[in-house]
């Protein structure tokens, strides 16, 4: 079983930054895609950006050119450096990663839910104007 945990979240004001960490209990387990997502009160999850094993990475329109995701593989921890931050950026954030027990026929580490089953618990992240 792997286990995620989140971090960093809090309250900053509109163009302020956060950077989110997520620690994976055991990469051994994963594929090594890993992904962001993020929920807001009355939305569904929703995909923010992915990494995979050699650090390709992708991102949704929303976040392009503010975001940034990366890893330290030997930390085993995925981050997210989130600039420029806009009030539609709240919401809870999550982190996730694909492991070999899913069959999935798609891109291997898409921007999208669909791959990913197993998830932290979330960090909440408020951006005020």
């Known amino acids: 079983q792997v286990q995620l945990q989140e971090s960093g979240g809090g309250s900053v004001q509109s163009g302020g930054s956060l950077r989110l960490s997520c620690t994976v209990s055991?990469?051994?387990?994963?594929?090594?895609?890993m992904g962001w997502f993020r929920q807001s009160p009355g939305k569904g999850r929703e995909a923010v950006a992915s990494?995979?094993?050699?650090?390709?990475?992708g991102y949704t329109d929303a976040v392009k050119g503010r975001f940034t995701i990366s890893q330290d593989i030997a930390k085993k921890t995925v981050y997210v450096d989130m600039l420029w931050l806009k009030p539609e950026d709240t919401a809870m954030y999550y982190c996730a990663t694909r492991g070999y027990d899913v069959s999935w026929y798609g891109p291997p580490c898409p921007v999208e839910r669909g791959p990913f089953n197993y998830w932290g618990q979330g960090t909440q992240v408020t951006v005020s104007s």
């Open positions: 055991d990469y051994t387990y994963t594929t090594g895609c």
């Open positions: 990494i995979d094993s050699v650090g390709s990475t």
